[in-house]
């Protein structure tokens, strides 16, 4: 059983930063790929950024990229997500999973294929 949890969320104007933090009870976290999705009100929840086992691999959807930083430190149990240059379009809930059983260094971009989520945290971002 992994828990997950999420924080670093808050209210930031447009073009500022934010770091997201999220904490894993698991015994093996370096075993685990672990991915940022985020949902915005009235929209599906979408892949924002993935690291693979053992930090070997990143994957970032295209909207993010260059603007957003994943990174985990496997000593800490936590994966990080850095966002910069946040827009307002970047406000939504964003929640950090877990793929407990990854094939190799891939990373999922389908919320299906993650076996655990952390509650959420939200980011609010103002014109």
């Known amino acids: 059983q992994v828990q997950l949890v999420e924080s670093g969320g808050g209210l930031v104007q447009a073009g500022g930063s934010l770091r997201l933090s999220c904490a894993a009870s698991?015994?093996?976290?370096?075993?685990?790929?672990m991915g940022w999705f985020r949902q915005a009100p009235g929209k599906e929840r979408e892949f924002v950024a993935g690291i693979s086992r053992g930090s070997v691999r990143t994957y970032y959807t295209d909207s993010m990229r260059g603007r957003f930083t994943i990174s985990r430190d496997n000593a800490k149990n936590t994966v990080y997500l850095q966002m910069n240059n946040l827009k307002f379009e970047d406000t939504a809930v964003y929640y950090c999973?877990?793929?407990?059983?990854?094939?190799?260094?891939?990373?999922?971009?389908?919320?299906?294929?993650?076996?655990?989520w952390g509650q959420g945290t939200q980011v609010t971002v103002s014109l």
């Open positions: 698991a015994r093996s976290f370096s075993a685990l790929a």
């Open positions: 999973a877990a793929d407990a059983n990854p094939t190799g260094w891939r990373i999922s971009t389908a919320h299906d294929e993650y076996d655990y």
